[in-house]
């Protein structure tokens, strides 16, 4: 068994999952992840796997088209994905926790119809619209403007950094529908992609994940049906937020994997490389470092893991999802940093994947909620405990 399953008490079927994804992440996605960094490319042949593994729909009923496993299932997969390639970890990630569980949990079984599937099949990805040029970590600042005519919504405006971009069919956006309701008057809508009026615009290079596909999205009196409306206009702003909780575990996971890829090289190249006569990791300075990092590592996969199963017992997961995707995203800069210095100036080297690893990990400390809205949320946490 592997060293990352010992002591978080994973049934067999979790354990089975897990070691089936490991080897697929070695044999299949490892291969290909220098050459999507570089290129700024999704990995196809790794996504044609995961379709083919089933990796798509992991969390989602068999009723339309997932495997029925739990979220820590899918947690895993990510983490084990996310060990080799951050940006296939993000990929798979955002594909489910943002693109496919809104319509999955608020969803009409008419959106349900004619999406879930294919979204459990991989067939096409799912993508999630909510940061704009002007809105950020102020979700609620939204200013792409749905107004109602008929039976439908005309929408204008548009969004940014939108993950999946490029490959996605269902688009989860949120819309304001009145300013002078502030966060009660956004509600979440899924757009097609073929609808006319809306436009699909190729992203900026980004620092790191540069195998993820991002694109920014464009309105222009774009006409979407009022069916396509997720769960209750009026709970539009919470039905998203929602969504943020679940995709901080994902991102936890994504974390975990990252932290977890570099301790593994660094591990490596410690007994592998020696100075001043002996292996690096026979250096107290760098058997420290090693230390260190499994024991951070350890504490924030304990996070994460409790949150995903908090979410599958159906309890409020919310606050402990921001702890693990806090401390999991924070441990996962740190952890690459330390890989880079233990590997020194090869570490700065795109020679070795921990360069990568650690330019991918500064994504984890900002999206679905940078590290400061985190400390937010739990703040709040703190003082209604004590009110």
Not at 2 to 22: G, K, P
Request: net charge negative; with cysteine.
């Amino acid at each position: 068994m592997s060293e990352i399953a010992t002591n978080f008490d994973l049934s067999e079927e979790q354990e089975m999952m897990r070691e089936m994804v490991e080897r697929f992440a070695h044999e299949v996605v490892a291969p290909g992840a220098a050459a999507a960094d570089e290129n700024c490319q999704l990995n196809e042949d790794a996504w044609e796997g995961m379709k083919e593994m089933g990796l798509t729909g992991i969390p989602f009923d068999e009723k339309w088209g997932g495997a029925g496993m739990d979220t820590l299932s899918y947690i895993l997969a990510v983490e084990e994905i996310s060990r080799v390639c951050g940006s296939m970890g993000l990929t798979l990630a955002a594909h489910t926790s943002l693109g496919t569980y809104p319509i999955y949990a608020w969803g009409s079984d008419s959106l349900k119809e004619k999406y879930m599937a294919g979204l459990c099949a991989g067939d096409y990805m799912g993508a999630y619209g909510l940061t704009e040029p002007n809105s950020g970590s102020d979700s609620a600042g939204t200013q792409t403007m749905g107004v109602r005519d008929g039976e439908d919504w005309i929408v204008n405006g548009s969004k940014c950094f939108i993950t999946n971009g490029s490959y996605a069919k269902p688009f989860i956006i949120t819309v304001q529908t009145n300013k002078a309701l502030g966060a009660k008057g956004i509600i979440a809508m899924v757009v097609d992609r073929d609808t006319p009026g809306f436009f699909i615009e190729k992203g900026e290079t980004k620092l790191g994940m540069r195998g993820s596909d991002w694109t920014n999205l464009v309105f222009q009196d774009c006409r979407v049906p009022v069916d396509n409306v997720l769960g209750q206009e009026d709970l539009g702003f919470s039905t998203f937020m929602k969504t943020l909780e679940g995709g901080r575990i994902s991102i936890g996971a994504l974390s975990l994997g990252i932290a977890q890829g570099a301790l593994d090289q660094a591990k490596r190249y410690a007994s592998e490389r020696e100075q001043f006569g002996k292996p690096l990791i026979r250096h107290q300075a760098v058997a420290f470092k090693l230390a260190q990092m499994e024991n951070e590592i350890q504490a924030a996969r304990h996070l994460v893991y409790h949150s995903a199963r908090l979410k599958d017992a159906g309890r409020a997961y919310g606050v402990a999802a921001a702890h693990g995707k806090l401390y999991a995203s924070e441990v996962s800069v740190r952890a690459t940093y330390e890989a880079v210095q233990i590997f020194g100036g090869n570490g700065y080297s795109r020679e070795y994947p921990v360069e990568r690893m650690y330019r991918d990990s500064k994504l984890n400390t900002i999206g679905e909620g940078t590290s400061e809205v985190q400390k937010l949320i739990i703040s709040r946490d703190l003082m209604q405990s004590i009110s």
